[in-house]
């Protein structure tokens, strides 16, 4: 049995290269037709040859009982030429094609050596030419299956060739060692073509490998070139393409489409706080948020930072529009999970239609920002839709923008003052610098209005150092004891070199340092933390003071006051404006008056206007005060007699007491 063992291994299909053998059977296949063609056609015609000089059984049932096992094969092969097989499938299906060829074999050459001895001359050399076009033509159909092409050869040269041999003919030998060289060359052709053909092979999975990476590099760039990767939400390119796109689609369909801008309220306070990390956290739990609000036709996109861009690609009505808005806000509203901590935000949208708002892409993004603007100024965490409205204050932006970049600053802005008074010795103790703007062609600009313009183009820069320089001027010529209190921008603290220029103007001025005190906002203070707080630190060095302003309108004012180098902390007027009615109000002055006894901070409470307010907060601890009840803000000519008339005011209290 040793023998079969042998036998079988040889007819073995190794289970290695499962992507080669895959080609070589699908290379095969395609021959199969052929194949069997050259044997029916070449055995039909010499069983006719023979009809009359062999018998039946040689002649007619055994070449017909070969040509059926043929036609089977074919309607195998047929119903099977498309089906998708697995690796193991496909190694099965070439062990048998290897049996079959095997006993094909054996079963051709044994029917014309059984053959071969009947009929004259010309039909022995008839068989003879059989077995030799037959294994020709059917090593080429089975030239990509190199183990069974070669079985093949050795069953037909073993025994043909030696039959021949065994005649002892000088013909048929002759004839034998042709065959047997003929086949030898026969190997070689197959074996090189089969190396050939591996290589081909794989030639073209490297090349495949090839295209994969190159389509996986070409993915890899287009979502970096449109895809935003920390949310996963197109980029601000995308975006702008999709609007492009959807635009002039419109044109040609005369349709419609809305335009969205998303800011969220707050976020800048989050990388304060928690840091950047968790700063990225919550703009991903964001982009998750606005993916599940998705729906046909709205495409969401992450601009940059903590801004967002939407997309309806079909018109909506004003109200609908009002509530997918509102739909956003309601879901960006919601607490996000920070580390161990529970962080609040908002988001506001501004919203603008195509054609309505404008005729180009840049004109409606303009207009939803300006919507987006209004929204953040007046409703956040609330839609709204650009109207007539924001057209007229987008117009006064422009106007008041413009004159302020020509402006002669020198001479166009001036200050007012307001006293900073002390309840106890009803003395004041201090002035406010109030900047203020008159224009040829605007009149009388209201501050709020031109600071936030200049604060948004850093024109605030020419306009602080105008106004220090003024107010500075004013302060050499107050008595010693009063000091000035001056408001600063975020820009203003923006870099160390801005911090310095202000130390600069200061020494420059000849007014002691000390006398300066430097106001700035929580607003300012949530821009870019470090740098307030390394600019603030150089302000203190240098000897001035610094108050925190608007104190409890921001985010995290105890944090501030913990982590800044503060000397007095301003009370905001909202909290002043029902002390006298509102326990809650009472109670956090009084708590903020607390804090700073405690810190040894300077309170300043401001907003004062009434009497009774005074009363309330002085029965508090408050003891320096702003507002209205002592003094409306004054032109700087007018500082001095207002001085000599709350001094002489303050001896006669004195006198009276």
Not at 211 to 226: F, G, I, K, M
Not at 580 to 606: F, H, M, Q, Y
Request: neutral net charge; hydrophobic residues 45%; proline residues 3%.
């Amino acid at each position: 049995m040793v023998w079969l063992a042998r036998l079988k291994q040889v007819l073995s299909v190794a289970d290695g290269d499962r992507a080669l053998m895959r080609a070589r059977l699908h290379a095969f296949s395609r021959q199969v037709p052929l194949l069997y063609f050259i044997l029916l056609v070449n055995t039909a015609a010499v069983a006719a040859t023979h009809l009359d000089s062999a018998p039946a059984w040689l002649s007619i049932y055994m070449p017909g009982a070969l040509a059926a096992l043929c036609v089977l094969r074919c309607v195998r092969w047929w119903r099977k030429r498309n089906r998708t097989m697995t690796d193991a499938q496909v190694v099965r299906e070439l062990r048998g094609v290897t049996w079959i060829v095997g006993l094909f074999g054996v079963a051709f050459s044994g029917w014309s050596l059984l053959l071969f001895p009947y009929g004259g001359a010309y039909q022995q050399a008839q068989v003879a030419f059989y077995m030799a076009t037959t294994l020709v033509g059917s090593m080429f159909c089975l030239i990509h299956l190199r183990k069974a092409a070669l079985l093949l050869l050795c069953i037909v040269l073993l025994s043909f060739s030696g039959f021949l041999v065994s005649s002892g003919s000088p013909v048929f030998f002759a004839m034998a060692v042709d065959m047997t060289l003929v086949g030898v060359a026969l190997a070689v052709v197959i074996q090189l073509y089969c190396r050939t053909f591996a290589d081909a092979v794989q030639a073209q999975r490297e090349l495949q490998a090839s295209h994969q990476n190159t389509q996986r590099l070409s993915d890899d760039n287009y979502r970096l070139a449109n895809i935003d990767s920390l949310t996963g939400l197109p980029n601000r390119r995308s975006y702008f393409a999709a609007l492009s796109a959807i635009r002039e689609q419109a044109l040609e369909t005369g349709g419609g489409f809305n335009v969205g801008l998303i800011d969220l309220d707050g976020f800048k306070q989050v990388n304060d706080i928690y840091g950047h990390a968790s700063g990225d956290l919550v703009l991903q739990e964001v982009g998750t948020r606005l993916v599940s609000i998705s729906e046909t036709g709205l495409m969401f996109a992450r601009l940059g930072g903590d801004e967002f861009g939407v997309l309806v690609r079909h018109k909506m009505s004003n109200e609908a529009l009002v509530q997918l808005g509102q739909r956003i806000c309601d879901a960006l509203s919601r607490p996000y999970q920070v580390a161990d901590n529970v962080a609040e935000l908002s988001g506001t949208i501004g919203w603008a239609a195509f054609p309505d708002a404008g005729s180009t892409v840049a004109q409606v993004f303009e207009r939803a920002d300006a919507a987006l603007y209004v929204g953040k100024e007046n409703r956040r965490g609330m839609p709204v839709i650009f109207s007539t409205e924001h057209e007229t204050q987008m117009r006064r932006l422009s106007l008041v923008t413009q004159e302020l970049r020509h402006a002669d600053l020198e001479a166009e802005l001036f200050l007012e003052f307001q006293p900073i008074y002390d309840l106890l010795t009803h003395r004041p103790i201090g002035l406010e610098a109030l900047g203020r703007w008159h224009n040829a062609r605007l009149g009388m600009v209201r501050p709020e209005e031109f600071i936030r313009i200049a604060e948004r183009t850093e024109l605030i820069l020419g306009i602080t150092d105008v106004l220090l320089r003024q107010a500075l001027a004013e302060v050499a010529h107050w008595p010693a004891d009063l000091y000035l209190s001056f408001n600063l921008s975020a820009i203003d603290i923006s870099t160390s070199a801005r911090a310095r220029r202000l130390i600069h103007i200061v020494a420059a001025s000849g007014v002691s340092p000390h006398r300066v005190t430097f106001e700035i906002t929580e607003t300012a203070l949530t821009r870019d933390f470090e740098q307030a707080h390394s600019a603030m630190t150089m302000l203190k060095q240098a000897g001035c003071r610094m108050s925190l302003d608007d104190f409890g309108t921001g985010y995290s004012s105890l944090s501030y006051v913990h982590r800044l180098p503060f000397d007095a902390i301003k009370i905001d007027r909202s909290f002043v404006s029902d002390v006298d009615t509102n326990s809650a109000s009472k109670k956090i002055i009084k708590s903020v008056i607390d804090l700073c006894r405690n810190l040894g901070l300077e309170c300043v409470v401001e907003g004062l206007e009434t009497p009774l307010q005074a009363q309330v907060v002085k029965a508090l601890g408050a003891r320096a005060v702003q507002g209205y009840l002592f003094s409306l803000p004054m032109r700087a000519s007018a500082v001095g007699t207002f001085l000599w008339t709350a001094l002489a005011q303050s001896h006669a209290a004195e006198t009276h007491s």
